[in-house]
T-cell receptor, first 116, second 109 residues
Framework: DAGVIQSPRHEVTEMGQEVTLRCKPI?????LFWYRQTMMRGLELLIY????????DSGMPEDRFSAKMPNASFSTLKIQPSEPRDSAVYFC??????????????FGPGTRLTVL | GNSVTQMEGPVTLSEEAFLTINCTYT??????LFWYVQYPGEGLQLLLK?????DKGSNKGFEATYRKETTSFHLEKGSVQVSDSAVYFC????????FGKGITLSVRP
């Protein structure tokens, strides 16, 4: 199995631009998680889906952030408009479970976003 | 709400030294507890886990015991190697994972 796939691996953009991060979970997994990692705040859960349905989006910073999961094999995290404080590494993870974190989560390699 | 507190880092050790990384948690209910490891340039990987009180998780020479009475899940290894250099995260799960801030371990040859 290829594991969780994220693209792009690196993204540099200018303030105000739209950014779309992509994630392909491990085939057969039914839960998908988006995290953000920064030096100041550590690793934060942004949103997670179970069976393609958003379960908890309380970690999404503000309306500029949105996430979708149109099918079991694809999810996007969009930032519009982007701001310099959004610069971080964004991780996607997937697991096979009933919607919580009880089963092992498999992480992708992350997308390093820099907003100038 | 749930929270995880890890000891401040970074930690630098010589090869074959004993390692302890402290982790305490606050949670309602009875969460599962995890240690994840992040090697440079990679995503997180599960290192070990424990799902109930007094369980001991172990993997690659690392161990941690779920201590409900002290709400702790300290990570230990008897003899670290250079290849153990990484960032270590303690986490708990209730509905989803809550992570500590992570601690960087550097092991010198």
């Amino acid at each position: 199995d290829a594991g969780v796939i994220q693209s792009p691996r690196h993204e540099v953009t200018e303030m105000g631009q739209e950014v779309t991060l992509r994630c392909k979970p491990i085939s057969g997994h039914n839960s998908l998680f988006w995290y953000r990692q920064t030096m100041m705040r550590g690793l934060e859960l942004l949103i997670y889906f179970n069976n393609n349905v958003p379960i908890d989006d309380s970690g999404m910073p503000e309306d500029r952030f949105s996430a979708k999961m149109p099918n079991a094999s694809f999810s996007t995290l969009k930032i519009q408009p982007s701001e310099p404080r959004d610069s971080a590494v964004y991780f996607c993870a997937s697991s096979l479970d009933s919607g919580g974190g009880l089963n092992e989560q498999f992480f992708g390699p992350g997308t390093r976003l820099t907003v100038l | 709400g749930n929270s995880v507190t890890q000891m401040e880092g970074p930690v630098t050790l010589s090869e074959e030294a004993f390692l302890t990384i402290n982790c305490t948690y606050t949670a309602t209910g009875y969460p599962s507890l995890f240690w994840y490891v992040q090697y440079p340039g990679e995503g997180l990987q599960l290192l070990l886990k424990a799902t109930k009180a007094d369980d001991k998780g172990s993997n690659k020479g690392f161990e941690a015991t779920y201590r409900k009475e002290t709400t702790s899940f300290h990570l230990e290894k008897g003899s670290v190697q250079v290849s153990d250099s990484a960032v270590y995260f303690c986490a708990l799960s209730d509905q989803a994972l809550t992570f500590g801030k992570g601690i960087t371990l550097s092991v010198r040859p």
